[in-house]
């Protein structure tokens, strides 16, 4: 395991294309939708990508653990280990909504050595790891300078916040001060932050493989990407991601007592 931090950023952006590839195999084609424990979708679509880049990712890094959201993880007590997330936005990708992505990070405990996210319907590809810079099609990624809520972005994927109702008015109150507000969310909306098409992007219910390949492309790309309670983790079950300009605004307006059950 003695890859560079940009061989592994790489590998991540190399896998997540792969996948994305095979996902496009059944985008906007006829399949079965399953509805997991959860209530959230699952087809064959999400289990083939995923497959795959486990197949993939074995054959290169054997000693490594997998980690993904269709299947059990794989060598679990393994130093480093891949998460992956072969479709994030599955209910967009059913209904033949293009803002879907595939997500793969590469991690050592709770830190993320890399992570790479690809939207195959809209031709992008953005990845990124610690030092290495975020690198989006190509060229260099950056978050915009916006520095007022007035002129700002906001994008959130749901924003009725089914588990914390109580965050519902710190967000109407945030979208309601910015000059834009959208539900461009899942995935889709951390590419639109880290390239400086939005500034704000807010997610309550977010799993180990939602988040850790978009944490390093915020932060290298320049942004702040924290929990709800202002943890600079990948792992915190929320996230909020900004443009460093807005950082505070954005947190002071979100992160009241309230929101926060305090």
Avoid at 51 to 72: K, M, N, V, Y
């Amino acid at each position: 395991m003695s890859e560079t931090p940009e061989q592994l950023m790489q590998a991540a952006a190399e896998v997540a294309r792969f996948a994305s590839r095979v996902a496009m195999r059944w985008y906007r084609a006829e399949f079965n939708v399953e509805a997991k424990g959860d209530g959230s979708p699952v087809t064959i679509a999400d289990r083939e990508a995923e497959r795959q880049a486990r197949e993939w990712l074995a054959a290169r890094f054997p000693q490594d653990g997998l980690f993904g959201e269709e299947f059990e993880p794989v060598r679990p007590d393994a130093r480093r280990r891949w998460i992956l997330d072969p479709i994030d936005g599955t209910k967009a990708f059913v209904r033949g909504v293009p803002l879907w992505g595939t997500l793969v990070a590469c991690c050592e405990g709770d830190t993320v050595l890399a992570g790479a996210a690809c939207y195959p319907v809209v031709d992008e590809i953005i990845a990124a790891a610690p030092g290495e810079g975020c690198w989006w099609n190509g060229s260099r990624a950056r978050v915009s300078a916006v520095s007022s809520l007035a002129s700002a972005t906001a994008l959130i994927t749901d924003e009725r916040f089914p588990e914390h109702p109580l965050r519902r008015e710190a967000w109407r109150a945030l979208s309601a001060e910015c000059g834009v507000s959208r539900t461009w969310g899942d995935c889709y909306g951390y590419l639109l932050v880290a390239t400086g098409r939005a500034e704000i992007m807010v997610d309550d219910i977010m799993n180990p493989w939602d988040s850790a390949a978009v944490a390093p492309i915020i932060t290298e790309a320049g942004g702040v990407f924290t929990d709800w309670r202002g943890a600079s983790t990948a792992f915190g079950g929320d996230v909020i991601a900004t443009n460093a300009a807005l950082s505070d605004n954005v947190r002071r307006v979100l992160c009241t007592p309230d929101s926060l059950g305090a």
